[in-house]
């Protein structure tokens, strides 16, 4: 049987082993010398330990074998399978590695070493979670949470028969990363499961996490993914009304991105990094004005998220000057909206359209919302749409053509609530200019959907459009339903000069309103139940009722020229 000296030395050689870097073309050579090593120390403990009782170690009703030389053999072994376990997952030869993991953990390696027990959970949980197998993911989850509460205090050492010469201060640490992946890993799996609000803790505890464990000044093992992590994290937060926390978690990527930046040279994942803060904040600033102009109650104090960051001194900018006490009018809002606007300009800048085109729209759909906010978003957005070449970038041209449309119906609709609450006087014909123009965008929009080029006779006058010919995928199809309704609603509501032009603009929207039940009767059970409204669907059904009597009435002469 192994000596401890000797069980030290063979993981030494073996994490060197797993731990080298190799050529791409032979990138798993190490990590096969590695599992050599740790087959021969195998062979050599079954050779070894002859007296111990039944094949595992354990007699038919689960005694341990009283022999101390044996038991030893058995823990080594337990171990050395859990290695070899790990090992495969790393070449990716994942059956062999979840077999051996699950051979080690019904070997008794809890008993055993509960720190490489708890480190077998999660490893088999991650690999449960990248198949979508959540259950099993999660079982494995709570198992290793499990380990860690029962835990007063961590063994010697993830060897077994081996005290660290630290008196367990690498253990200690060792216990504490595998309790920061385990809640990692949760975050994923139950985002998966559709527990977005667990996620989210679990997610903002892993992140307090690895910055505590790297101290002062420190950077965490995976630098760029701390930074995405707490990006996301902040767009969860501010679409909640949690905008302070949203905003420290913004403030702390960009000083760990700075960090990261100063460490050594840029690398693309640093490049997407630092751009995403910069949409996340514009993205911030327009929930913060919307919330605002809505006088929706949100979280406005400061929040003291990562003390060890804010201790620092170290300044994030891209923030800097953001006050999210609420204000009310556009002369009070307007550092903030310039502060969105800068960041927005910052994304522009950093995801430039040739090559990172998906993040360069998106930062163009966060700058158009704030000018929505600010009844400006069209003259943000259109001089682009028309300069993106949607053949090449179809979902990005339509999702373009879709917003500049919408802004056209909230500028109609911001109008007219003005004149019926009599804060503001329009003419007629100047409420009926802003609702064709409307209409002209959305019929575009409608039109691409269905294949029409745009600039064609075609994408200006589409003619009946039947629900098989939508090019749209029923992600995307939430935008063509509200689309289709928007411009049914706005042909209802033109104050139209004659009766004989009222039905002529209540058949259109018939038209729109009855393709919204043909789209969704063909794609069927195709469609999420989240991506459509079903308040809009409601009033889709109620409109058919209702269009019907309203055009015979304007027949007869019964219904006033509007």
Not at 501 to 507: R, Y
Request: with cysteine; glycine share 8%; net charge negative.
């Amino acid at each position: 049987m192994a000596t401890a000296s000797e069980r030290v030395e063979l993981v030494k050689t073996v994490d060197a082993l797993e731990a080298a870097e190799d050529p791409v073309e032979r990138c798993f050579d190490s990590k096969y010398a590695a599992r050599s090593h740790l087959e021969a120390a195998l062979a050599a403990s079954g050779d070894s330990a002859a007296d111990r009782v039944g094949d595992g170690g354990h007699d038919g009703g689960g005694e341990a074998v009283s022999d101390a030389k044996g038991r030893g053999a058995i823990e080594w072994e337990a171990y050395l399978g859990y290695r070899l376990g790990l090992n495969y997952l790393a070449t990716e030869e994942r059956s062999e590695g979840e077999q051996k993991l699950l051979q080690a953990l019904e070997n008794g390696l809890t008993d055993i070493s509960p720190l490489a027990a708890l480190d077998a959970h999660n490893s088999l949980a991650v690999l449960y979670a990248n198949r979508s197998e959540v259950e099993a993911s999660e079982e494995h989850l709570t198992a290793a949470i499990e380990l860690y509460q029962q835990m007063a205090r961590p063994p010697p050492s993830v060897i077994p028969g081996v005290t660290d010469d630290d008196d367990g201060s690498a253990a200690s640490r060792f216990l504490e990363h595998l309790h920061t992946t385990s809640l990692f890993v949760l975050a994923q799996v139950a985002a998966a499961a559709g527990r977005v609000d667990e996620s989210a803790q679990c997610c903002r505890v892993t992140l307090e996490r690895q910055i505590a464990a790297v101290g002062d000044g420190g950077l965490p093992g995976e630098p760029w993914a701390w930074v995405a992590n707490a990006t996301k994290l902040a767009g969860y937060y501010a679409t909640r009304g949690g905008f302070a926390t949203a905003r420290a978690l913004l403030d702390s990527a960009d000083i760990m991105c700075k960090r990261t930046e100063a460490a050594g040279p840029g690398t693309e994942a640093g490049i997407e990094a630092r751009g995403d803060i910069y949409i996340a904040a514009a993205s911030l600033v327009g929930d913060l004005l919307a919330a605002w102009a809505s006088s929706t109650d949100g979280e406005y104090q400061t929040v003291d998220l990562f003390p060890q960051l804010a201790a620092s001194g170290e300044d994030a900018s891209v923030l800097s000057g953001l006050d999210l006490t609420p204000v009310a009018g556009f002369k009070a809002a307007q550092p903030a909206f310039l502060i969105g606007l800068r960041a927005v300009e910052a994304a522009l800048s950093t995801f430039v359209l040739d090559g990172y085109v998906s993040k360069h729209v998106e930062a163009l759909i966060h700058k158009g919302r704030l000018y929505e906010l600010l009844k400006r978003k069209v003259n943000a957005l259109d001089p682009v749409m028309k300069e993106l070449n949607y053949a090449h970038f179809y979902a990005a041209w339509l999702q373009l053509s879709y917003e500049v449309a919408s802004a056209l119906v909230g500028i109609y609709d911001a109008k007219a609530a003005a004149v019926r609450d009599g804060r503001a006087v329009h003419t007629t014909q100047r409420l009926n200019e802003v609702a064709v123009k409307a209409i002209a965008s959305l019929t575009l929009y409608i039109a691409v959907a269905h294949g029409a080029t745009p600039g064609s006779a075609e994408s200006r006058e589409p003619g009946a459009l039947d629900a098989a010919s939508l090019k749209v995928d029923n992600e995307a199809l939430g935008n063509y339903v509200t689309a289709r309704h928007m411009r049914g609603r706005l042909y209802t509501a033109l104050r139209a000069a004659s009766d004989a032009a009222t039905v002529e603009n209540l058949d259109a929207a018939e038209a729109d309103y009855r393709a919204i039940k043909d789209v969704l009767e063909l794609r069927g059970d195709e469609v999420d139940s989240e991506v459509v409204d079903p308040q809009l669907l409601g009033m889709t059904e109620e409109m058919l009722e209702l269009i019907p009597q309203l055009k015979a009435a304007a027949a007869d002469g019964q219904l006033q020229p509007r």
